[in-house]
């Protein structure tokens, strides 16, 4: 739902956001495959500092929460070119 949603409104500013953790190959809980998240240039997403690693696009960090989670610092970010985000 989460890719449906990102994609109708795909070339506008979005922000995007997790109450768990999405767009990872497999799920942790079920260990089946789990659709990946598609972003698009100028989305723009809150996330964990160390779910970046699994971030395959270019971006820029816009700030800094001093918000502290098991996979590190909240960052706030804005996507600079299309790829696939992890988001926590």
Do not use: H
């Not at 079920?30 to 696009?57: G, M, N, W």
């Amino acid at each position: 739902m989460l890719n449906q949603i990102i994609n109708e409104y795909k070339g506008e500013i979005i922000a995007i956001t997790s109450i768990g953790l999405d767009g990872e190959k497999i799920d942790n809980v079920t260990s089946r495959p789990k659709p990946r998240i598609r972003v698009y240039p100028k989305t723009i997403i809150a996330t964990a500092y160390d779910c970046l690693k699994e971030c395959y696009f270019d971006f820029l960090i816009l700030e800094e929460t001093d918000i502290r989670t098991p996979l590190g610092e909240i960052v706030i970010i804005q996507v600079s070119t299309e790829g696939l985000a992890l988001v926590v």
